[in-house]
């Protein structure tokens, strides 16, 4: 399942975040909302529904992070074409 990068909304695969896809820095900056290695010190023109929603339900779900991916791929499924833009 995909969470998504706070700043950007760049799609990332949960496990592969967790386990190997991201040096131990980068997942800590795609956790607090720094960027991903996609857009990590790059300037974000407009951030994305699914960012802010990742962000809101991080704060909601604390370190239940396959919650996160479930409610987030749920958000997907119910509002569609919305959620990615």
Same mark, same amino acid.
């Given at each position: 399942?995909?969470?998504? $990068?706070?700043? $950007? ?20 900056? =795609?956790?607090?909302?720094?960027? $991903?290695?996609? $857009? ?8 994305? =529904? ?26 997907? =499924?119910?509002?569609?074409?919305? =959620?990615?833009?």
């Amino acid at each position: 399942m995909d969470v998504y $990068c706070k700043r $950007c909304g760049e799609p990332w695969e949960l496990d592969g975040v967790e386990h190997g896809d991201m040096t131990d820095e980068e997942r800590s900056r =795609f956790w607090k909302g720094e960027g $991903c290695p996609s $857009c990590y010190g790059e300037p974000v023109e407009k951030r994305p =529904f699914r960012a802010e929603a990742t962000a809101v339900l991080h704060d909601l779900l604390g370190d239940d992070l396959d919650g996160l991916a479930a409610e987030l791929e749920d958000a997907e =499924f119910l509002l569609g074409e919305e =959620f990615w833009g």
